[in-house]
């Protein structure tokens, strides 16, 4: 895979055409962050820094990866079933982060009217 990019690599140009084009996509994706210079505004923001390419992932660890990606993904669903763990685990930041305070305004409302949503689990 990293030799189909050989070309690319070289011709400097096409390199940063690309790389624009990743900028304006992040912006118009929202992968912002608020600037140091305007740390409370939510006006003056910036990309959030990324990589153009992939990284080479020795395979020994992406197994390990897949081979715990089940357990992970259980443990974040019982995660969000339990309002108490989350509502104190997320205290401080709900009070700091305004996106993460309306997002757990959002579940407080779904617990309220009542999950509609019959199942929540894929068949194995």
């Known amino acids: 895979?990293?030799?189909?990019?050989?070309?690319?690599l070289q011709n400097e140009q096409q390199l940063e055409e690309l790389a624009q084009q990743a900028v304006d996509r992040a912006l118009a994706e929202g992968v912002l962050l608020r600037t140091s210079q305007e740390p409370s505004?939510?006006?003056?923001?910036c990309?959030?820094?990324f990589t153009l390419f992939p990284s080479l992932v020795p395979s020994a660890l992406l197994e390990q990866a897949y081979a715990v990606q089940m357990?992970?993904?259980?443990?974040?669903?019982?995660v969000s079933q339990n309002a108490a763990f989350l509502?104190?685990?997320?205290?401080?930041?709900?009070?700091?982060d305004?996106?993460?305070a309306c997002l757990f305004d959002i579940h407080k409302q779904v617990l309220k009217e009542?999950?509609?949503?019959?199942?929540?689990?894929?068949?194995?």
Do not use: H
């Open 1 to 8: 895979m990293a030799n189909s990019w050989g070309s690319l």
């Open 41 to 45: 505004s939510s006006d003056v923001v």
């Open 47 to 49: 990309y959030a820094p």
């Open 71 to 78: 357990d992970f993904n259980m443990l974040v669903d019982a």
């Open 87 to 96: 509502e104190q685990t997320l205290s401080s930041t709900i009070k700091r």
């Open 98 to 100: 305004d996106f993460t």
């Open 114 to 124: 009542g999950i509609a949503q019959t199942c929540s689990q894929c068949p194995e």
